[in-house]
Structures are given as C-alpha cells and as structure tokens.
C-alpha cells in the first residue's frame, strides 16, 4: 500500500515536534525531541544538530519509521519552522517532494524530472538532470559560494556510497539559498595525519577550479566532526562495475556515447593545464546510464603556464597498468600520459568490466609494452574504437594524440552510430549542446 501523508508539527513542550504519518488507515506518531546538547532524534533514532538535518535522513532513511519520509502536509511546514529555532529562513524542507538519487536499476534508469521535455522518455539527455550544470549558475546561489560550507547546512547521512584509503564516501544533502542538492561526501577517517588533511585539501584545491558537465564538481568542504569534501552526486556508480555482465544489456553505441563524455572531460581539463593522473573507468561515476562524470582528483596536478609536463619527485603508489611508459620510466605527467590512461579506460568499458593486462603484475605490463605488445581487442569492441585506444598507446607521448583529436574521434564514431540507429531525433541536439 502506497503510504499517503506525513505531518510534522510542533508540540506545546517546547523544542519537541510531534511526526505523523499515515499508513493505510492506520495514523503512526513519532515524537521528536531534543536531547540535554539540543540534538534532535525520534525515539532511539540518530541524533542531529537541527530539525532539518533529522528531516532530510529520515527522507533517506526510514530509521524506525514505518516509512522513510515522502512528502509532509504542506500546511504544517511553517508552523513548525516558525517555532523552530534552529531552521533558518531557507526554502522549506517540508514542502518540497523527495528528490531521489539516480539509480541504475536493472530495467535501465529512473530519470530526473526533465527541464525540458524530452522527445524519448526512455532516453534522458544529461542536460535534462540537476548536475548537469554547476548549482552556483544561479547569479543567487554563486553569492555564497565559499570554499567552506557551513556544518549546518550539510545533512552527512551513514549511507555509503564506497570508500578508500581515507575513509568512506557518504550520501548527504546540502542546503543552498533556494534549493537543495544531493551530494556525496568524502569523509576522512579519524586519526588521520596532517599530512592526509593536506592531500584532501589538495583535492579539493584542485576541484575547486573545474567547472564542467562531465567532471564531479566541488560543492565545498566542510571542517567540522572530520575533514569532508561534498561532491555532486553521480549515484550510479562506477563505469566498470555497472558495465560488469551487462553486454546483452547495454549496446556498444552507450558505451560509445559514455566514453566520448570522458573525453569531453578530459579535453576540457587539458585546456585547462590539468593532468588527472587517474583516469580508470573505476574514477568514471554514472549519474545515469547515459551520462558519465571523471571523478577522483586525488592524484591531480595543475600545470604551470608554460609547462606541459609535471614530474613526480619520486615514484608512488600507482596505478600502473593505466600509466604510460614516461610516466614509469621518467615520472613524467602530461595530458598525453592522460590519453593512454583514456586508452586503458576504452579497453575496460569495451570489454564490460574486464581488468586490463589480467593476469600481469604491475611491472610486468611496462615489459610487455616496450616489447610493442599491446591488449587485444575485446571481442564486443569495433575495429574504430580498437585502433583509437591503440592510438593512445603509442609508445612515444609526442607522437600520441592530444583530447582535442580523441574527443573528435570519439564524436565522430558515436554520431555515425547514432545516425545509423532508427530513431534518434536528439543526435543534432547532442552536437550542439556538448561539443558547440
Ligand atoms: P579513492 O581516491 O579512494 O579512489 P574516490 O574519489 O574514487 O576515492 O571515491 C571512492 C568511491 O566513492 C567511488 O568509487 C564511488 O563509489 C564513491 N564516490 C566518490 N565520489 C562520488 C560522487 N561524487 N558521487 C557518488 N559516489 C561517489
Ligand atoms: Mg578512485
């Protein structure tokens, strides 16, 4: 049964709420109440600094409910901010729907509402969904952008969406002047050193200075309980892991269409002086089954002006098997080191999820490189995608191309596919808005 309605109200007790919701014709009540330190939870519930931050996880989260949170009744949403304290005056939490993460389920996606109307509702277009361009290109929002967000606007629920050697990354909410996003947040683990602090802050540094659809931007970071980096969210996952027994599913043409993301992706960041350093389709994060973002800049750098290259002073714990033979060799980085790792990341997506150079180790890959060998094409992958990802494997970085010619290649390929496929109408509009 479809649960119908939930009411939040305040109670004469002063700082408790009473939380009702109707399930069938049953009236469930909650009572939300402030511990001795003021934090908000309903009966043996997680605690939160604010009213707002125990609504939006108990969206997320039933708790104890009977139900996770939809929408409340509207009318009891300004009563209970007014007598709320601790909610601000921000757009009301109470009377906006429940915005949902993208999932990938296996019937394909659930889309975003659209902005605009989609000629094909089973075929959402990135710039159809919220992330699609950055939350501050409202004049409005971009006032109060700072590089650090206030603890009180971050919901930082403990739901993970993966993890890593700095700790784990959590599904949250942060809350705007005049809306609220979805956000991933990279915690980093307690007991950390500073020097740990210092590689996050770098991060964020770094991602801070980006500003494209194909690229998880930066909301802020957050210095309070640890140190948080708040991401956009890109809920699908990552690319290796979704393409993983689905070659009935997905037709090469989405794996096309998704790879020549990446490399609008990456020629923007090699407009920018910008090499990543850690391109894998393990960094490449879904928002949906049509549209991919690079993501983890942890091993990022920016170039100097008039440099086209950083070199590493001394060698670290790399991902080898998607390095170029510089990289290993000289400790040389540069956009063109970029594209092999771009090559690597073609032979994952094209062979579904396979890890490259399977049963090699690390060093042995450089010995079977300089020997000429290279991968071999995976048997779903086209001889024009196979011969781009053994172009970015040449040998030498000044004879490989840059992203300016993979992201071309790349175009070309997947709109000749899409112009031989029956019905698709918003091959044109794709050229325009992405690549125009
Ligand atoms: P690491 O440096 O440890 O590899 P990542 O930045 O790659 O860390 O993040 C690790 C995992 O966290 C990802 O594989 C993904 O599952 C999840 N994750 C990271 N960023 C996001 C995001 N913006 N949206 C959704 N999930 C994310
Ligand atoms: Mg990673």
Request: charged letters at 25%.
């Amino acid at each position: 049964m479809e649960p119908l309605l939930s009411r939040l109200r305040p109670r004469k007790e002063q700082g408790t709420y009473a939380l009702s919701l109707v399930y069938g014709k049953t009236v469930y009540h909650y009572l939300i109440s402030q511990d001795k330190a003021g934090k908000f939870c309903i009966p043996e519930g997680t605690k939160f600094d604010t009213l707002w931050q125990l609504v939006e996880y108990l969206k997320l989260k039933a708790d104890g409910l009977i139900y996770r949170l939809k929408e409340a009744c509207p009318n009891s949403s300004a009563s209970a901010e007014a007598a709320a304290p601790t909610l601000p005056a921000h757009p009301s939490t109470f009377t906006q729907p429940q915005r949902r993460v993208d999932t990938l389920n296996s019937d394909g996606y659930t889309p975003e509402p659209a902005r605009v109307a989609s000629p094909d509702k089973q075929r959402p277009m990135p710039m159809d969904t919220s992330v699609y361009e950055s939350p501050y290109s409202d004049p409005e929002e971009l006032k109060d952008k700072k590089l650090f967000l206030k603890r009180e606007n971050l919901l930082v629920a403990d739901i993970e969406l993966g993890c890593g050697n700095f700790g784990s990354v959590r599904q949250g909410v942060y809350r705007m002047r005049k809306k609220q996003i979805d956000v991933a947040i990279k915690v980093l683990k307690h007991g950390t050193e500073k020097a740990d602090k210092d590689e996050m802050m770098r991060e964020a540094q770094i991602m801070h200075q980006l500003d494209n659809p194909y690229i998880v931007r930066l909301i802020g970071v957050c210095q309070a309980e640890a140190l948080m980096l708040v991401m956009e969210m890109a809920g699908g996952g990552p690319l290796h892991k979704f393409l993983i027994g689905k070659k009935e599913e997905i037709p090469v043409s989405n794996v096309a269409e998704l790879l020549h993301q990446v490399a609008m992706g990456m020629k923007y960041l090699e407009e920018k002086n910008f090499v990543h350093r850690d391109l894998a389709a393990r960094n490449v994060l879904l928002v949906n089954r049509h549209y991919a973002k690079i993501s983890d800049f942890g091993l990022s750098k920016a170039l100097g002006a008039d440099d086209s290259y950083y070199t590493a002073r001394s060698a670290g714990k790399w991902p080898l098997k998607w390095y170029a033979p510089e990289c290993i060799n000289f400790r040389k980085f540069s956009s063109r080191s970029d594209v092999w790792s771009y090559g690597v990341t073609m032979w994952e997506a094209f062979s579904y999820g396979q890890k490259p150079y399977k049963k090699m180790k690390g060093p042995e890959v450089l010995d079977f490189i300089k020997q000429g060998k290279r991968m071999e094409c995976p048997p779903e992958c086209p001889p024009e995608m196979y011969s781009l990802m053994s172009d970015c494997w040449t040998y030498k970085w000044e004879d490989r191309p840059d992203f300016l010619t993979v992201e071309q290649r790349m175009r070309n390929y997947y709109y000749s596919l899409a112009s031989r496929a029956e019905g698709s109408p918003q091959c044109g509009q794709v050229a325009e808005a992405a690549c125009g």
